[in-house]
């Protein structure tokens, strides 16, 4: 393969790019198949890899491209899903074996649904920056952009989040500590 | 005056003296939840299956084997089709040649003397009988007048035996 061992790589990195995978499409199933498909363009282009940046900056580089292209792709349909989502309460009484419906209750107490709502360079910078991590630099390397721009587009995708809880008429303050401590239902 | 792009500022973000982000309180707030939900989240829903990159290379290696394998296939059945299509073509444009016949515009409606003179050897094939014997030589009827047309219809229909037809 060249600079890098394939199996090693998936071993050491598919955890964190799966993580990644769940809070950029918001639900597991999707977020397999793109971490999977991360390391099958891996796979196929891993010859294409120079050393010039990490190994782990460059496979999120990958799966933001894949990201977008689904979203892209698929942006009809995700409308469509939207509107059944949107009809389904978040505070709803979730009742044994009902696993959808709590995986779905599950994510809409996150804030990652929110940030789902964000413009694609906001959305992908928060995801970097605090689901997994990564330095500014390093955010720059992967958006290839502007330092500045990656801390403006976290800056801004923090207002905007705080902006669609107020439109919600939530306030932060009240969001729980742990939105999963009363999910033992769910597992 | 040429486009500049460093003209077009994105809005800065407050910073503090060693270049992080100067978040207030309330963002600050959200950067820790958001964190915390990541953690939550991945903890909550962990990957379901391994990664499968022996199974990655091997659709890799077998993608690139029948790219290979079909290249050849390919080249044989796009040289076939190019053959067959030029074969055709061959085929239609002797055809065409072989079963050419003259026009008969050619010959009977130009009034002037030099396509008359070219007519005679062809004009016996086109308008047999009581109209090629008058007049072996050039005949257009172009030249006739009104009562020496009128003359040769008349003659056409004494003649029914001979199947005559004209042409204009």
């Given at each position: 393969m060249g600079l890098f061992d394939l199996d090693e790589t998936a071993r050491q990195h598919f955890a964190r790019i799966h993580r990644a995978a769940l809070v950029l499409c918001g639900n597991p199933w999707d977020a397999d198949d793109l971490a999977q498909e991360t390391f099958l363009v891996l796979a196929r282009?891993?010859?294409?890899?120079?050393?010039?940046?990490s190994i782990y900056t460059w496979l999120y580089g990958i799966l933001l491209n894949l990201d977008r292209r689904e979203r892209r792709r698929y942006g009809m349909r995700r409308r469509k899903l939207r509107v059944l989502w949107d009809n389904q309460p978040a505070d709803v009484g979730t009742t044994p074996g009902a696993d959808a419906a709590a995986e779905v209750t599950e994510w809409k107490k996150s804030l990652w649904a929110r940030v789902a709502k964000l413009p694609d360079g906001q959305r992908q910078a928060l995801v970097l920056r605090?689901?997994?991590?990564?330095r500014y630099e390093e955010i720059a390397e992967v958006l290839e952009c502007p330092l500045g721009t990656v801390k403006s587009r976290i800056f801004h995708g923090l207002a905007g989040l705080r902006r669609i809880l107020e439109e919600e008429g939530e306030d932060a303050r009240r969001l729980p500590a742990n939105p999963g401590e009363d999910l033992s239902h769910a597992v | 005056m040429p486009f500049d792009p460093r003209l077009i500022h994105p809005d800065d973000a407050p910073l503090r003296a060693d270049g992080d982000l100067d978040l207030p309180d309330d963002l600050s707030a959200l950067a820790e939840q958001l964190a915390d939900d990541a953690v939550h989240l991945s903890a909550h829903y962990p990957?379901?299956?391994?990664?499968q990159v022996a199974l990655a290379a091997e659709l890799v290696q077998s993608a690139e084997r029948i790219k290979r394998r079909s290249w050849r296939p390919a080249t044989f059945v796009g040289g076939a089709a190019i053959a067959s299509v030029a074969a055709i073509g061959l085929t239609l444009s002797m055809w065409a040649t072989a079963n050419r016949r003259p026009t008969t515009t050619d010959l009977v409606t130009s009034p002037d003397a030099s396509a008359s003179a070219t007519a005679p050897d062809e004009l016996p094939a086109l308008i047999p009988g009581a109209l090629a014997a008058p007049s072996p030589t050039a005949l257009s009827l172009?030249?006739?007048?009104a009562p020496e047309m009128e003359a040769l219809f008349d003659l056409l229909q004494r003649d029914p035996n001979h199947a005559s037809s004209i042409s204009f």
């Open positions: 282009q891993g010859s294409t890899f120079q050393g010039r940046s605090f689901s997994e991590s990564l | 990957a379901n299956r391994e990664p172009g030249e006739l007048s």
